[in-house]
């Protein structure tokens, strides 16, 4: 058996309406849009926005409670030319976190955090 693909990921936020903008700056569409969950995508990978206050599964709780979202994962999201995104995302007022660079894997990259600290990497591999 083997995995046929990676569908999404669901993330703890703290502001919805914050989170929603954020990745509507970045070229995500909201799908779904409600007072607790909100559904990005970029074609067919979706993420789903939790507010961490009220999630009500008790095996889930204990995770949305920690104040470290996301410590150790990036999100890398391919781009055409990073430079050009990179110019775009700070004409809309967003700070990221680091400037395009060339890396020796190969790849041109920057990060930039979301509001609730979530990583995403912007690159394009060269």
Do not use: T
Request: aromatic share 16%; glycine share 6%; proline share 5%.
């Amino acid at each position: 058996m083997k995995i046929k693909s990676v569908s999404g990921i669901v993330c703890y936020v703290k502001d919805l309406n914050k989170s929603a903008k954020f990745y509507e700056a970045l070229g995500f569409e909201i799908k779904k849009k409600d007072s607790d969950h909100i559904a990005v995508y970029s074609n067919w990978f979706w993420i789903d926005f939790i507010p961490a206050d009220k999630e009500n599964k008790p095996e889930f709780k204990k995770e949305a409670k920690l104040e470290s979202k996301g410590a150790g994962l990036y999100l890398y999201l391919s781009v055409d030319d990073v430079d050009e995104f990179y110019k775009d995302l700070i004409s809309k007022g967003l700070k990221p976190s680091s400037e395009p660079r060339d890396w020796p894997w190969g790849n041109k990259e920057f990060v930039i955090r979301d509001p609730d600290g979530y990583k995403l990497v912007i690159f394009k591999r060269k």
